[in-house]
T-cell receptor
Framework: AQKVTQAQTEISVVEKEDVTLDCVYE???????LFWYKQPPSGELVFLIR??????QNEISGRYSWNFQKSTSSFNFTITASQVVDSAVYFC???????????????FGGGTRLMVKP | NAGVTQTPKFRVLKTGQSMTLLCAQD?????MYWYRQDPGMGLRLIHY???????AKGEVPDGYNVSRLKKQNFLLGLESAAPSQTSVYFC????????????FGPGTRLTVT
């Protein structure tokens, strides 16, 4: 069984503050992928990043950065200099790897609602 | 490409009524999924399909049925709706080699009174 925990249900920050969203996961699989998705107020799900369990390098994309630590089963997401447009619900998700590279379910965390105030 | 579309966008049902949600994708993806989203619980998989004519149960399949008669369509049926099925339903699709990324539709908000 797999489990993804996002302990922060809601975070409120003021614009330009940095904010880190936590994600902790449990899996018995030795290889897996981790994801972050963004759900803005409009409701659609927007893919942000995918990380292979073999690749523990941190990644930075503009104001976004991700810190993957296999030793602590965490895949945290940091937004630097937050903006009002970052206000959304953010989901962390996990899937084990399979032979077909796709036909597997994603296990989602409960989500963190980020509110960035001007 | 329209991507993944869902019909309808909103629906209100009375307890005991039936309905079908339609998901369509024009990307020729082999894999399709139905999730439900409830507050604080993220998205949970209801059923999925790895190809035309095949379906499988996900984490929360009870009270739902699905069919995949055509590759591009994945139907989710509620035979006798219950208030516990009030939720936002998302369809997603994926393909071999996608490295597990799923492409989501816009969602259907269903209320059962």
């Amino acid at each position: 069984a797999q489990k993804v925990t996002q302990a922060q249900t809601e975070i409120s920050v003021v614009e330009k503050e940095d904010v880190t969203l936590d994600c902790v996961y449990e899996t018995r699989d030795t290889t897996y992928y981790l994801f972050w998705y963004k759900q803005p107020p409009s409701g659609e799900l927007v893919f942000l990043i995918r990380r292979n369990s073999f690749d523990e390098q941190n990644e930075i994309s503009g104001r976004y950065s991700w810190n993957f630590q296999k030793s602590t089963s965490s895949f945290n997401f940091t937004i630097t200099a937050s903006q009002v447009v970052d206000s959304a619900v953010y989901f962390c998700a996990l899937t084990p790897t399979t032979d077909n590279n796709a036909g597997n379910m994603l296990t989602f965390g409960g989500g963190t609602r980020l509110m960035v105030k001007p | 490409n329209a991507g993944v579309t869902q019909t309808p966008k909103f629906r209100v049902l009375k307890t005991g009524q039936s309905m079908t949600l339609l998901c369509a994708q024009d990307m020729n993806h082999e894999y399709m999924y139905w999730y439900r989203q409830d507050p604080g619980m993220g998205l949970r998989l209801i059923h999925y399909s790895v190809g035309e004519g095949t379906t499988a149960k996900g984490e929360v399949p009870d009270g739902y049925n699905v069919s995949r008669l055509k590759k591009q369509n994945f139907l989710l049926g509620l035979e006798s709706a219950a208030p516990s099925q009030t939720s936002v339903y998302f369809c997603a699709s994926s393909y071999w080699g996608a490295l597990y990324e799923q492409y989501f539709g816009p969602g259907t908000r269903l209320t059962v009174t």
